[in-house]
Antibody
Framework: EVQLVESGGGSIQPGGSLRLSCAASGFTFSNYAMSWVRQAPGKGLEWVSSISVSGDSTYHADSVKGRFTISRDNSKNTLYMQMHSLRAEDTAIYYC??????????????????WGQGALVTVSS | QSVLTQPPSASGAPGQRVTISCSGSISNIGSNSLNWYQQLPGTAPKLLIYNNSQRPSGVPDRFSGSKSGTSASLAISGLQSEDEADYYCAAWDDSLNGHVFGTGTKVTVL
């Protein structure tokens, strides 16, 4: 059974830093890309970052580029999100998601096929 | 900000059919596969439809998806009370080089 368990959330002041972790089990972690998706209170879903199988390629939404860094440790089956210069608008539940798919012939077919339960990050003074 | 547009709400009586639309552009829906996610109250999202119309194992065939051009739709037939949830469409966007989600639709069973 696929399990994704986020940790590291909490309350932090604006400008602070936080690192989220996502422990994966039930599948071969090193064979799949991974992503972070967040959801502000009462709002919709927003993709944040994705990382390739090896970790060589990373992608970030413009809203977090330069402040957040996604990484992974395949030896520990763990995904990370290092967050710096946090703002009030970063307050959200952060979900890690197993990511499948690829681009072929000009068409990209990616999907988030399993999600963790989420970690709440609150940025407030 | 969401790039894909959905109606904020939809509703139907038990047993009825409900359809949710998702409108995008050539850089996302028009070029790439579309997925749908279901988020039950207080829980994490769950993959409902992938590659426009495929259902993951365990998803009832009451749920179906389709895509045409830069728009897509999710249909729920034989609506049940447990279908009350928020539904989001999503796709890869070539211009943004990232994933984009729809604005979300809250489905209410009357």
């Amino acid at each position: 059974e696929v399990q994704l368990v986020e940790s590291g959330g909490g309350s932090i002041q604006p400008g602070g830093s936080l690192r989220l972790s996502c422990a994966a089990s039930g599948f071969t972690f090193s064979n799949y890309a991974m992503s972070w998706v967040r959801q502000a209170p009462g709002k919709g879903l927003e993709w944040v970052s994705s990382i390739s199988v090896s970790g060589d390629s990373t992608y970030h939404a413009d809203s977090v580029k330069g402040r957040f860094t996604i990484s992974r440790d395949n030896s520990k089956n763990t995904l990370y999100m290092q967050m710096h210069s946090l703002r009030a608008e970063d307050t959200a539940i952060y979900y890690c998601a197993k990511t499948r798919g690829s681009c072929s012939g000009g068409t990209c077919s990616y999907r988030f096929d399993y999600w963790g339960q989420g970690a709440l990050v609150t940025v407030s003074s | 900000q969401s790039v894909l547009t959905q109606p904020p709400s939809a509703s139907g009586a038990p047993g009825q059919r409900v359809t949710i639309s998702c409108s995008g552009s050539i850089s996302n829906i028009g070029s790439n596969s579309l997925n749908w996610y279901q988020q039950l109250p207080g829980t994490a999202p769950k993959l409902l439809i992938y590659n426009n119309s495929q259902r993951p194992s365990g998803v009832p065939d009451r749920f179906s998806g389709s895509k045409s051009g830069t728009s897509a739709s999710l249909a729920i037939s034989g609506l049940q009370s447990e279908d009350e949830a928020d539904y989001y469409c999503a796709a890869w966007d070539d211009s943004l080089n990232g994933h984009v989600f729809g604005t979300g639709t809250k489905v209410t069973v009357l």
